[in-house]
């Protein structure tokens, strides 16, 4: 049995049978389309950015938040319920509109606009990975035209879903972050080199003895508001070994020395290296996938979760890196080692960018934040998204999956894994986790229903 199209009549959205009439309890129309294609291109997403080279954190997330926002744009035109939020974003204005009293098919929307914005995120992607984006293309349109007979509404459907893709592209180019995989890191940039400041790393995660994306805090957020929030306070430094200062150090350094197997498995389940999985952001929309798949909401709600968790983790690494890079504070091993002991080693290595606040803390919370605005916080899950991955033989753990009771208690298990992993100190976490609640809502508080 066909699925019903919806059609654009008199500026309202309605039934094929019905263009004319209103609906008091419009939710039940949007059940007649499938989340199945969402699914699919959140899916490929994730799959495509595992294998993606010269990819960081905070690229990821600025492809996120493009690649949702498409997602929920090429389709919330055939909603009786929500809107699009294009005009309330951060200088984007109005994105093209359905043609008046035409049929669409929004899967059909959906799909043109994921293939394109994609391989826009990525440009340097490899010639097999953009096969794999074409492959799932092909064949969800293959789908499309069993489903939808008409080819006029198909041809139409498409180009819409290009349009939005397009506008949405160029858009991005003037974010500041504009193809930043080529500019990882900046050997120009002048930072503090003292005892009080971060340094990079010898033994770290990057081979690159240089700050990563240090001007990543002056990029665009997605929302005005987020660019408004201002730079948390931070505890002031001190070798004194009676300050907050030292003690929130010293509590990093009591905890390696007694870590369980249960604390290095969450620090490795949240470790999240991008040179080996989806990075941090994608783990959070990774999240998103898992849970959308066990709700089973409408298409239009599934589009807004990504939209959601994409934009709110970019504005999250916007935030956080203009943090970092106020502070330049140091990481928890130079001050172990100049005030505690001199043999300190943290269990997980160390990142290319000075520590406060915690990026994990940060994005983890702006996730969680959208997602509950969606589903509320009591969901009961299995986080699976590193379950298959090779034994850490060095450290002896297994990706097991983790298992929540709630959607907040993600956001917690994020942000204390880098105190387990010896990176970060408490307050690096606590102000991380508040600074993405409010990015998180500020997100939510766009008008997303008419």
């Not at 995120?121 to 097999?128: E, L, N, P, R, S």
């Not at 330049?328 to 520590?355: D, M």
């Not at 606590?430 to 997303?448: F, H, R």
Request: glycine residues 6%; charged residues 20%; aromatic residues 10%.
């Amino acid at each position: 049995m066909k699925k019903r199209i919806y059609v654009i009549c008199l500026g309202l959205i309605g039934l094929v049978a019905g263009c004319t009439t209103t609906q008091k309890d419009p939710e039940p129309l949007e059940l007649n389309l499938s989340i199945s294609v969402a699914d699919k291109w959140a899916e490929m997403t994730l799959n495509h950015l595992k294998v993606q080279q010269l990819k960081t954190p905070t690229y990821v997330s600025r492809s996120l938040g493009y690649i949702g926002l498409t997602m929920y744009e090429t389709v919330v035109n055939g909603s009786v319920v929500y809107q699009s939020v294009a005009p309330q974003l951060n200088g984007l204005g109005t994105l093209p509109k359905p043609e008046k009293d035409k049929l669409y098919d929004w899967e059909t929307s959906l799909n043109a606009g994921q293939a394109y914005i994609i391989k826009q995120m990525w440009q340097h992607a490899m010639a097999i990975d953009n096969k794999r984006l074409d492959s799932l293309e092909n064949a969800i349109y293959a789908e499309r035209n069993k489903a939808v007979t008409d080819t006029a509404t198909l041809g139409r459907s498409k180009r819409y879903g290009l349009s939005i893709a397009k506008a949405i592209y160029e858009w991005s180019k003037t974010d500041g972050g504009h193809l930043g995989y080529l500019t990882n890191f900046d050997a120009k940039y002048v930072f503090p080199r003292t005892n009080t400041n971060w340094t990079p790393p010898l033994n770290g995660q990057s081979s690159v003895l240089l700050p990563m994306h240090a001007h990543w805090g002056k990029n665009r957020t997605f929302t005005s508001t987020n660019s408004q929030l201002p730079v948390p306070e931070m505890i002031p430094y001190s070798d004194d070994k009676n300050s907050a200062f030292f003690k929130d150090f010293k509590e990093v350094y009591d905890i390696q020395l007694a870590l369980t197997q249960e604390q290095k498995e969450i620090a490795n389940w949240w470790g999240d290296d991008p040179s080996d999985t989806f990075a941090p952001p994608g783990h959070s929309y990774s999240l998103a996938l898992q849970i959308l798949r066990l709700k089973k909401p409408t298409l239009f709600v599934a589009a807004q979760s990504f939209a959601k968790v994409g934009m709110s983790v970019a504005d999250a690494f916007i935030n956080c890196w203009k943090c970092k890079y106020t502070y330049h504070s140091v990481r928890p091993t130079p001050y172990i080692r100049r005030n505690i002991n001199g043999a300190f080693v943290q269990y997980w290595p160390e990142p290319p960018f000075p520590a406060f606040a915690s990026g994990h803390a940060t994005q983890a919370s702006s996730a969680a934040e959208a997602l509950i605005s969606i589903y509320g916080d009591n969901v009961t899950f299995d986080d699976m998204s590193h379950v298959g991955r090779p034994k850490d033989v060095f450290r002896n753990v297994e990706y097991k999956k983790r298992s929540f009771t709630s959607i907040s208690q993600t956001a917690i298990e994020c942000g204390i894994s880098r105190l387990y992993g010896g990176i970060h100190t408490a307050q690096d976490n606590i102000v991380g986790l508040a600074e993405g609640k409010n990015i998180g809502a500020n997100i939510n508080a766009l008008s997303w229903k008419k």
